[in-house]
């Protein structure tokens, strides 16, 4: 299994921190099955002692306002297993670093966050939406309905050292300091 094989060789590389895009789940509301297999695999992280942060992505999370997203149902802050299911949340894992994680309804138009970076430390930028790069072959524009655009405003930002984005399959730098984190687990033709 490549989520089995990813997770094994993150911990073999004694990484520092996992930071997880968004939609760990397929559907928001998940099986039973899905959640023990997803809690498994943090589990190894916890036990290993590498804290994970996790962003909720369109797929974990229900777009009924008001219901829990299933990235809580593995949330647990006591072993290092950090799920956001909140719009934005800023964490300060170690002296000197701040991580601003924007979920996919954090962006969203009616409430879109645009977070300041903490000066004097250096500032990662999560977001798990479709980047909206003017003149780029494939993200020059968001146009699905229920799609949250990361504007060129966010994606530009200097403050923050790396943007580090979830929500497309595709694993790779879109422009400088921009990249998509990709996905484990093929979903469809274009993963």
């Given at each position: 299994?490549?989520?089995?094989?990813?997770?094994?060789?993150l911990?073999?590389?004694?990484?520092?921190g996992?930071?997880?895009?968004?939609?760990l789940?397929h559907?928001?509301?998940?099986?039973?099955?899905d959640i023990?297999?997803?809690?498994?695999?943090?589990?190894r992280?916890?036990?290993?002692?590498?804290?994970?942060?996790?962003?909720?992505?369109?797929?974990?999370?229900?777009?009924?306002r008001?219901?829990?997203?299933?990235?809580?149902?593995?949330?647990?802050?006591?072993?290092?297993?950090?799920m956001?299911?909140e719009?934005?949340?800023?964490?300060?894992?170690?002296?000197?670093?701040?991580?601003?994680?924007i979920?996919?309804y954090?962006?969203a138009?009616?409430?879109?966050?645009?977070?300041?970076?903490?000066?004097?430390?250096?500032n990662?930028?999560?977001?798990?939406?479709?980047?909206?790069?003017?003149?780029?072959?494939?993200?020059?524009?968001?146009?699905?309905?229920?799609?949250?655009?990361?504007?060129?405003?966010?994606?530009?930002?200097?403050?923050?050292?790396?943007?580090?984005?979830?929500?497309?399959?595709?694993?790779?730098?879109?422009?400088?300091?921009?990249?998509?984190a990709?996905?484990?687990?093929?979903?469809g033709?274009?993963?």
């Amino acid at each position: 299994n490549l989520g089995d094989d990813l997770v094994s060789a993150l911990i073999e590389a004694e990484v520092d921190g996992v930071l997880h895009g968004g939609d760990l789940f397929h559907r928001s509301w998940p099986s039973v099955m899905d959640i023990a297999w997803a809690r498994g695999q943090l589990d190894r992280f916890a036990k290993a002692g590498i804290p994970v942060f996790g962003n909720t992505g369109n797929h974990d999370a229900s777009s009924e306002r008001g219901k829990v997203p299933a990235t809580a149902a593995v949330n647990d802050p006591d072993r290092g297993i950090h799920m956001i299911t909140e719009p934005y949340r800023l964490v300060e894992p170690v002296d000197g670093l701040a991580i601003h994680l924007i979920s996919h309804y954090g962006l969203a138009q009616a409430e879109r966050l645009i977070p300041d970076p903490v000066e004097g430390k250096i500032n990662l930028l999560t977001a798990h939406g479709a980047a909206v790069v003017p003149g780029h072959e494939i993200f020059a524009c968001a146009d699905s309905p229920g799609e949250q655009p990361i504007g060129l405003d966010l994606l530009t930002n200097p403050g923050f050292a790396m943007h580090l984005l979830g929500h497309y399959h595709g694993m790779g730098e879109i422009i400088d300091n921009v990249w998509y984190a990709g996905s484990a687990i093929r979903r469809g033709f274009s993963d």
